[in-house]
């Protein structure tokens, strides 16, 4: 199994930056794909952005959300175990509990559906004033 702790959320001014962390501890090796969502008071999870390991065969692939494209960027260090979340021109709307997801199988389901990952960490919020 897989722990995953999120890290680095703040309160911003809009147009501010923030980069998240989650570190990943356990059996990590064959970890399928990892993703950042968030959940806003009132509404639903919804998926951020994901991105493909190496050990998937498609290393490096990454989707977002259409609300964060060219603003919010995911990366890993494989070396740290670690998956980022660097988030740029950030707007009222971006602020929401920030949680990092894991899953070490493919699956049919979209990436930015919450049930298609199995393991999630604590949440860390992100508060982002106008």
């Known amino acids: 199994q897989v722990q995953l702790v999120e890290s680095g959320g703040d309160s911003v001014q809009a147009g501010g930056s923030l980069r998240l962390s989650c570190a990943a501890s356990?059996?990590?090796?064959?970890?399928?794909?990892m993703g950042w969502f968030r959940q806003a008071p009132g509404k639903e999870r919804e998926g951020v952005a994901t991105?493909?390991?190496?050990?998937?065969?498609?290393?490096?692939?990454?989707d977002y959300a259409d609300s964060v494209k060219g603003r919010f960027t995911i990366s890993q260090d494989n070396a740290k175990n670690t998956l980022y979340l660097q988030m740029n021109s950030l707007k009222p709307e971006d602020t929401a509990i920030y949680y990092c997801?894991?899953?070490?199988?493919?699956?049919?389901?979209?990436?930015?559906?919450?049930?298609?990952?199995?393991?999630w960490g604590q949440g860390t919020q992100v508060t982002v004033s106008s």
């Open positions: 997801a894991a899953d070490y199988n493919p699956s049919l389901r979209k990436w930015y559906a919450p049930d298609r990952f199995r393991y």
């Open positions: 356990g059996y990590t090796f064959t970890m399928y794909q």
């Open positions: 991105i493909y390991t190496v050990y998937s065969g498609r290393g490096g692939t990454t």
